[in-house]
Structures are given as structure tokens and as C-alpha cells.
């Protein structure tokens, strides 16, 4: 009896301590999940640092309620912010890996990693100019007297259109990064089969390679709608009018001047983090596979 415990400790305690580590792990990594979740349920009397590890007298959702309504237009300037950002972002990527993998040209060794630089500048060095050159662009659109109601479709300053505008742009040098790869592990067979059918090179990736990359645009539509959703910024500095700002700015302005409602603003941050949430929860299977398709291919 004791050699056989013996030998079910030496076969399964490896494991067991493995994860009951990772248990631990789990919990002290989500422990501010616990306190941004009670304290959101608590009246505001109730929520302070003293009491912050405390379950709610009685939980509510009136910090919920509140939280929502003061969000609920920032929340419609997001979606229109990165859901547009998001597509345009995805398929200018998929279109650049696609030329760049498949079809070489003079100077595209050299093309290729001055695109990946754009990765590495920081968003603060760029503001400035950045800020220039989309307030030239409103005056470019008010000296051709645009109408206003297309005036924002403009990618000017202190609209939505010009802050999709610089997601785009920085998102190309991710998004190319991650199709270029996944195209390269498809057998260029495919490719040369459908130039002798006399495809021509738009037949070819919309026929041909477009299908195939479902997995990548998964992968990087997933991390594009998480990074635009998320950044505050460019959110912040480049809309000008409260109105039309994001809702990571509005969760920022929950703050009173005078009082901060915690149980509000952990809350609002519950109701902001929702959306990506939901995102990984119900299409993180889709992330992992579309990671692990270029690798597994060929």
C-alpha cells in the first residue's frame, strides 16, 4: 500500500504542485479584478482603501447605471473610431504582405524594415508634427469649401476620420509584419498555377491568397480592435471636442474635480474593458490558431 501511494506521489505530485502553482499564480494575478469588481458593486460610502478587500452590505449595479450613461455616446465614437481603423489597417497589411512576399521587386528587402521601423516610434515623439499636419489638412478641406456634412469624413484634426486615420497608418507596420509571414509559408506553386492561368497580380490575392488568410486577418484584427480600443493618447490629444472622444478619455474625465467616485470609475473601467473582453472570450480560439498557422504550414 505504501509503495503503491509512493509511486502515485513520484507519477502525479510533479503535476499536481505545477498546478497548484499555477492556481496561485492565477489568483494573485487577478486579484484587481476582485477589487475593481466589489468595489464597482458598493455604495460610494462603502468604497475606500480600508474596506476595498471587503464584499459590498449590499450589492448594486446603480454605479453600473451611472457609469453607462455618462459613457454611452463614447461608446458609439469608439466603435465608429475601430471598426473602420480596424478594417482599413487589416487590409492595406494584407495587401503590403502580400506584394512583399510574393512579389519581389527592386529595393523590397530594403522597403521591408523601413516599414517595421514605424513599430518602434514612440507616439510621443510624433505628436507634434502629427498634430501639424492634420491641422493642414483642415485647411486644405476648408480652402476647397468642402460641405459640412462631409466635413467629417476628413482625416483633419479634432475629428474621428483623422484619428482612424493615424491608426491606419500605424497599424500598417504590424499588420504587414504578420501577413508577410503567414504568406511566405504558402507554396509560391499556388501562385505561378494561377499567373499560367493567366491571373494577373489582383486575380491572384483575390482569388488565391485573400481566401487562404482568413487565420492572419483573425490574428490581426483581434490585436488591432484591442490596440485602437484601448489607446488613450492619441485619443486624448488629438480630439479636440468632448463630444467626439473616445471612451478611455471619458472613463479618464469620471474623475470629479473635487471627489472621485470609486465605485463609479472601477465601473466605467469594467463597461470600457467589455468590449475586448468579449473579443478574446468568444474569438481567442481564432488568435491562437491564426498564430500558430504560419508555423504549423508548409
Same mark, same amino acid.
Given at each position: 500500500?505504501?509503495?503503491?501511494?509512493?509511486?502515485?506521489?513520484?507519477?502525479?505530485?510533479?503535476?499536481?504542485?505545477?498546478?497548484?502553482?499555477?492556481?496561485?499564480?492565477?489568483?494573485?494575478?487577478?486579484?484587481?479584478?476582485?477589487?475593481?469588481?466589489?468595489?464597482?458593486?458598493?455604495?460610494?460610502?462603502?468604497?475606500?482603501?480600508?474596506?476595498?478587500?471587503?464584499?459590498?452590505?449590499?450589492?448594486?449595479?446603480?454605479?453600473?447605471?451611472?457609469?453607462?450613461?455618462?459613457?454611452?455616446?463614447?461608446?458609439?465614437?469608439?466603435?465608429?473610431?475601430?471598426?473602420?481603423?480596424?478594417?482599413?489597417?487589416?487590409?492595406?497589411?494584407?495587401?503590403?504582405?502580400?506584394?512583399?512576399?510574393?512579389?519581389?521587386?527592386?529595393?523590397?528587402?530594403?522597403?521591408?524594415? +523601413?516599414?517595421?521601423?514605424?513599430? =518602434?516610434?514612440? %507616439?510621443?515623439? @510624433? !505628436?507634434? &508634427? $502629427?498634430?501639424?499636419?492634420?491641422?493642414? *489638412?483642415?485647411?486644405?478641406?476648408?480652402?476647397?469649401?468642402?460641405?459640412?456634412?462631409?466635413?467629417?469624413?476628413?482625416?483633419?484634426?479634432?475629428?474621428?476620420?483623422?484619428?482612424?486615420?493615424?491608426?491606419?497608418?500605424?497599424?500598417?507596420?504590424?499588420?504587414?509584419?504578420?501577413?508577410?509571414?503567414?504568406?511566405?509559408?504558402?507554396?509560391?506553386?499556388?501562385?505561378?498555377?494561377?499567373? +499560367?492561368?493567366?491571373?494577373?497580380? =489582383?486575380?491572384? %490575392?483575390?482569388? @488565391? !491568397?485573400? &481566401? $487562404?488568410?482568413?487565420?492572419?486577418?483573425? *490574428?490581426?484584427?483581434?490585436?488591432?480592435?484591442?490596440?485602437?480600443?484601448?489607446?488613450?493618447?492619441?485619443?486624448?490629444?488629438?480630439?479636440?471636442?468632448?463630444?467626439?472622444?473616445?471612451?478611455?478619455?471619458?472613463?479618464?474625465?469620471?474623475?470629479?474635480?473635487?471627489?472621485?467616485?470609486?465605485?463609479?470609475?472601477?465601473?466605467?473601467?469594467?463597461?470600457?474593458?467589455?468590449?475586448?473582453?468579449?473579443?478574446?472570450?468568444?474569438?481567442?480560439?481564432?488568435?491562437?490558431?491564426? !498564430?500558430?498557422?504560419?508555423?504549423?504550414?508548409?
Amino acid at each position: 500500500m505504501k509503495a503503491a501511494r509512493r509511486h502515485w506521489w513520484l507519477r502525479h505530485g510533479s503535476r499536481l504542485g505545477i498546478y497548484l502553482a499555477l492556481l496561485a499564480a492565477s489568483a494573485f494575478y487577478l486579484l484587481p479584478v476582485y477589487v475593481l469588481v466589489v468595489t464597482s458593486l458598493k455604495p460610494y460610502a462603502e468604497a475606500n482603501l480600508a474596506g476595498m478587500w471587503h464584499l459590498p452590505s449590499a450589492p448594486s449595479l446603480e454605479s453600473f447605471l451611472r457609469a453607462f450613461e455618462q459613457l454611452r455616446p463614447h461608446f458609439r465614437n469608439s466603435l465608429y473610431l475601430t471598426i473602420p481603423a480596424t478594417l482599413l489597417s487589416s487590409l492595406l497589411g494584407s495587401i503590403n504582405g502580400y506584394v512583399l512576399s510574393k512579389w519581389r521587386f527592386r529595393g523590397s528587402e530594403v522597403l521591408f524594415p +523601413i516599414m517595421l521601423f514605424g513599430m =518602434f516610434i514612440p %507616439y510621443q515623439s @510624433v !505628436l507634434i &508634427p $502629427l498634430v501639424q499636419v492634420l491641422q493642414k *489638412v483642415n485647411a486644405v478641406a476648408e480652402a476647397m469649401r468642402i460641405p459640412a456634412a462631409l466635413r467629417g469624413l476628413v482625416p483633419g484634426y479634432g475629428s474621428i476620420a483623422g484619428l482612424a486615420f493615424v491608426h491606419i497608418v500605424y497599424g500598417i507596420p504590424i499588420t504587414t509584419l504578420i501577413f508577410r509571414n503567414y504568406y511566405a509559408t504558402v507554396p509560391n506553386e499556388l501562385v505561378e498555377a494561377a499567373k +499560367i492561368d493567366g491571373a494577373n497580380i =489582383f486575380k491572384v %490575392y483575390r482569388w @488565391v !491568397l485573400f &481566401p $487562404l488568410s482568413m487565420p492572419a486577418f483573425a *490574428v490581426v484584427m483581434i490585436w488591432q480592435f484591442t490596440s485602437i480600443w484601448n489607446e488613450f493618447l492619441f485619443a486624448l490629444v488629438l480630439t479636440q471636442n468632448p463630444a467626439i472622444r473616445p471612451v478611455t478619455v471619458a472613463l479618464y474625465n469620471l474623475a470629479g474635480s473635487y471627489i472621485v467616485e470609486w465605485n463609479v470609475q472601477m465601473a466605467g473601467a469594467l463597461l470600457a474593458a467589455m468590449p475586448t473582453l468579449l473579443v478574446y472570450i468568444f474569438l481567442g480560439r481564432f488568435f491562437m490558431r491564426g !498564430l500558430l498557422a504560419g508555423a504549423l504550414k508548409g
